[in-house]
């Protein structure tokens, strides 16, 4: 099987497993963008172009969760101390 093949795995696993918010988005990038290179070549199987999408769709679920953790975690911080303790 190609490097290729590989490459774009990594990537997205590495998005997957990372914890740390500021790094996230970055591995969420990469990770689409190789996912996209690989999507362009026209010698993929119908199977690994499924692998791609779900792919695809988990990198895009897991940028929305991130996204809203954010926001949540920036609307406690400017709650005032009382409200957040009650």
Known sequence: ???QTFGWRKLYEAAILEIVPDKLAIRIVAAEQ???QRESLVDITEPE???LAD????LKTLSRIASSQGKRAAYEAAQPTQQRLD
């Open 34 to 36: 190789a996912i996209a």
């Open 55 to 58: 792919a695809r769709s988990m």
């Open 1 to 3: 099987m190609p490097e």
């Open 49 to 51: 172009r499924r692998k």
